[in-house]
Nanobody
Framework: VQLQASGGGFVQAGGSLRLSCTVS????????IGWFRQAPGKEREAISC????????VYDDSVKGRFTISRDSAKNTVYLQMNSLKSEDTAVYSC???????????????????????WGKGTQVTVSS
């Protein structure tokens, strides 16, 4: 089970970025994938989650209406489209999964980083104001 986040970069406030979480060793369609971020000196924050089997999509209030999570089955990849970026979105973004989430369409209720079993290396997002 491997995950790899990519697509970060430097962008001005109001701009957009699309992050990709490419997975291998398992089929992303059937497992929950979560996006998390951690800014310097702050705790890791759960941003968005998409459960397996076309189930739930959940967003943290801080990104609701600006970020969109989606999945491309053919590419075994989960995306995080980030629009209207703010300086407070600056962080290292990571994706993760819980191997126990197989086929659980309601998995994303109350999701947190404590439940994740496998993590990908993060990607830096920097938003200038």
């Amino acid at each position: 089970v491997q995950l790899q986040a990519s697509g970060g970069g430097f962008v001005q406030a109001g701009g957009s970025l699309r992050l990709s979480c490419t997975v291998s060793g398992f089929t992303a369609d059937y497992y929950a994938i979560g996006w998390f971020r951690q800014a310097p000196g702050k705790e890791r924050e759960a941003i968005s989650c998409i459960s397996g089997n076309n189930g739930q999509i959940v967003y943290d209030d801080s990104v609701k209406g600006r970020f969109t999570i989606s999945r491309d089955s053919a590419k075994n990849t989960v995306y995080l489209q980030m629009n209207s970026l703010k300086s407070e979105d600056t962080a290292v973004y990571s994706c993760a999964t819980d191997v126990g989430s197989w086929y659980r369409t309601d998995y994303c209720t109350g999701f947190s980083h404590y439940r994740m079993t496998h993590w990908g290396k993060g990607t830096q997002v920097t938003v200038s104001s």
